[in-house]
């Protein structure tokens, strides 16, 4: 009579799915970390902008501190109320017709997320390099707009939790705006 040995086998299985298992809890724990750092990057946005005085000044740190704070390449928004509009990239602040901007802002959902062959005309000049892009709405009882986040490499589109996020990110912006006219 011939034996089989299944211990072997079974050793060899164990070892192969502990090594999935392990495989699969480094993954959560690299989206968990890259998720804080979300939540963190997009607080320290918040909390700068709370900082401002007017419109001018948070203008100023949405486009130029942004960047670093988010981790985005670039940062450009737009802003309609009253009448009166704005846009504002790196290269400044400059008036834009008001009704551009509610077309704009009309036209989206609250938070899109893509890649493109070319950036959001919001970005200006820069708009040539950008290659993945979110636009979050702005909506307020005052106004409308929309906040352009580009990047130069084409990243992966996050899920439903990123979108919850910039989702935050546009509504803080949109009551900050509301108290202040256009610069």
Known sequence: MQRIDFEVSAVATLRKRVSEVEE????LIAFARGHAGAVSSIHEAVLAAIA????????????CRWPMLLRVDEVAFAWEAGGEAFRAN?????????RLVERMADIMRPVEMRGVER???LFGAACESIRSEALIRLDSFAGSGLIALGQAESATIEGRHGTRLLRFLGQAVSHMLERWPAP
């Open 24 to 27: 699969i809890n480094e993954d």
């Open 52 to 63: 401002c005085d007017n419109s001018t000044e948070l203008a100023t740190v949405i486009t």
């Open 90 to 98: 790196r290269d400044g602040v400059r008036e834009v017709e008001p």
């Open 119 to 121: 950036g959001h005309p």
